[in-house]
């Protein structure tokens, strides 16, 4: 059985797993807990496995999302989808008007993900990561 619920603590372990195994500087699993309890932190879980994480914060007045990664073993799959459109709701039931988001540069694939749900490029953020720039992009929801 498929589910998108909210993360609780015993998630943390398999979060910090993706996190690991998707991006080139890790968030420590401090981090994690201290979004515990935030109604944007969400997981995927099939039979009890976590295979993908996003976490929805706020900037000003817009919901930002922070990080979304799936297990690489279960990409392509719509698992991204299910989570980015989760988020969506969950922001417009906030009744924020727009979301926004960074993403490497580099990374194309990423990229379009975003422009595939609707996004749009604001800006480059120039050093923005260590060893990369940001493309700052945003939805109107």
């Avoid at 998108?4 to 910090?16: C, L, M, P, S, T």
């Avoid at 993706?18 to 420590?28: L, R």
């Avoid at 935030?38 to 039979?47: H, L, M, Q, R, S």
């Avoid at 379009?112 to 939805?139: C, S, T, W």
Wanted: glycine residues 8%; hydrophobic residues 40%.
């Amino acid at each position: 059985m498929h589910l998108i619920r909210e993360a609780q603590e015993k998630d943390i372990a398999g979060v910090v797993i993706i996190e690991d195994m998707s991006f080139p500087v890790p968030w420590p699993d401090f981090l994690f807990r201290a979004n515990l309890g935030n109604p944007g932190f969400i997981v995927y879980e099939d039979k009890k496995n976590i295979l993908g994480y996003a976490i929805l914060g706020t900037f000003m007045d817009n919901a930002h999302l922070l990080s979304i990664a799936v297990h690489p073993e279960h990409r392509r799959y719509g698992i991204g989808s299910f989570l980015l459109k989760a988020c969506i709701s969950i922001a417009r039931c906030y009744g924020y008007g727009c979301i926004t988001l960074e993403v490497r540069e580099k990374n194309l694939e990423g990229q379009k993900f975003y422009q595939a749900h609707g996004f749009k490029e604001k800006e480059i953020v120039p050093g923005y990561y260590l060893e990369d720039n940001a493309v700052r992009m945003y939805l109107k929801i």
